[in-house]
Every structure is written in structure tokens, then in C-alpha cells.
């Protein structure tokens, strides 16, 4: 990463199947674009007994990536509400092992209604060293709503604790991958870590990954809405 205030801390982002593959879609590529290393992987018994195959070779389900001072953990596959604490419980110790300072977690926020080409972005905050990188970046608090599944497993999780994080919305379809939208997640995550990310590989296959990620998608919803049945009443405005 060029020279910034995140620059010289170890950093972690932090990508999974949520509403329109958002976390899945861009922390992927930034590890594409950026020719992050994989150093590691997470394993839990309770996991599927799933491979994914990519260029020839073999990929377990959730990877660790490492370039610099940059570090991602991501995870191809959706959780339960019982496999997101285990999850989340892993990244915080392998965030206190490797002195991970501040945690970047990139979602989906469900909103049918918006037009495809504006999605819109929104930042959610444990701690306030996160407060002015939303300022300077001139991304919007998110500020009102319910939270559930992974994304409030990983936040109750770390609010525990002293590493900050901070969890990019942005809005998309919650029953189809939505490129566009991570689009936007993935050039507003490069402006923050202040590095370059041309995103016209991913603007030329925005079909095709709608088409290869949708038998994805249609776990990802399934997941999803049995985690809005577990949630409480109240009507929630973000569903993970």
C-alpha cells in the first residue's frame, strides 16, 4: 500500500457470501488484482466437506491471503449462526496472533428498489479510530436498523475486544450476485487502503458471474433467510 495512515499497521479484510456475494465478489478480486500470497487456511469440522478447484488447483473453503502489511481472510461459503461465532472466534485469534490492528469487513445491505447502476455505501463502526477514516473518504454512517447472522457475530464478537472494525454496506439485490454493487465496495475499500484497482476485468464479466455464482447465491439466500426466521420480530432493514 502506498504511504497512508493505515499504511503501516497490519491490516485484515474479511469477505463472505452475504446479501448479492458483495464480501465474496470484491475481497476476491482485490486479492486477485493485488497478487496477494495464500499463507493459510481455517478449518472446522462442522464445515461441509467442500473443495473449489480454480486454475487447476485445489482451494479449501475459507483462505488466508497476506501482501505486505495487507492480510484477508475469506470464506466461500455461507454460515450458520453457529458456524459464524466459531468463524468469528478464528479470526480473532489469528488477529491477536499476527498484531492485526484494524479489521476492514465488507457486506451487502438488502435494498430492492434502488436503481442498478447507483448503489450507494455505508460505514458501521466499533470504535472511533474508524470515525475519521468514514470522514475522509466521504462515506455515510449507516445509522439506523437491525443487524443478524454473521455480520452481528463478527461485530459482538470484536466489540469484546480492542481491534476496531469497521464494516462497509453496500447496497444491492439480496436474491442475485450484484457486481455493481461490489463495484462500489471494492473502489471505495482501494481509496481507503490508498492503493490502485482497475475494476474493467470484473465491469467485462459482470454476466458470467452472475450465471457461474448463482447455485452461490441461492445457498447464500437460504442461509440467509433462516437466519431472518431465528431473528427477532421487529422488522430489520439490513437481513444478513
Excluded: W
Excluded at 36 to 47: N, R
Amino acid at each position: 500500500m502506498k504511504d497512508s495512515k493505515l499504511s503501516k499497521e497490519n491490516i485484515l479484510l474479511v469477505g463472505f457470501p452475504s446479501n448479492g456475494l458483495v464480501g465474496t465478489f470484491s475481497i476476491s478480486y482485490i486479492v486477485h488484482y493485488l497478487g496477494m500470497k495464500q499463507i493459510g487456511e481455517i478449518e472446522h469440522p462442522d464445515l461441509p466437506p467442500t473443495l473449489f478447484v480454480e486454475n487447476g488447483e485445489i482451494l479449501a473453503s475459507i483462505r488466508i491471503y497476506k501482501k505486505d502489511n495487507l492480510f484477508v481472510i475469506i470464506s466461500d461459503l455461507p454460515f450458520d449462526p453457529y458456524r459464524a461465532y466459531d468463524f468469528s472466534e478464528s479470526i480473532l485469534r489469528y488477529c491477536k496472533s499476527n498484531d492485526i490492528k484494524k479489521i476492514i469487513v465488507v457486506s451487502g445491505m438488502e435494498t430492492i428498489n434502488r436503481e442498478p447502476s447507483t448503489p450507494k455505501i455505508y460505514g458501521l463502526v466499533t470504535h472511533q479510530s474508524f470515525e475519521e477514516i468514514l470522514y475522509e473518504n466521504q462515506i455515510p454512517k449507516f445509522l439506523t436498523g437491525s443487524i443478524f447472522g454473521t455480520d452481528a457475530t463478527i461485530i459482538t464478537v470484536f466489540r469484546k475486544s480492542k481491534i476496531p472494525i469497521l464494516i462497509l454496506y453496500a447496497e444491492c439485490h439480496p436474491f442475485f450476485p450484484d457486481p455493481e454493487a461490489s463495484i462500489l465496495a471494492i473502489t471505495t475499500l482501494a481509496k481507503i487502503l490508498n492503493v490502485k484497482v482497475d475494476t474493467t476485468d470484473i465491469k467485462k464479466k459482470m454476466e458470467r458471474l452472475r450465471i457461474q455464482h448463482r447455485n452461490l447465491m441461492d445457498e447464500t439466500v437460504r442461509t440467509l433467510q433462516n437466519q431472518q426466521e431465528k431473528a427477532p420480530t421487529r422488522t430489520p432493514q439490513i437481513y444478513r
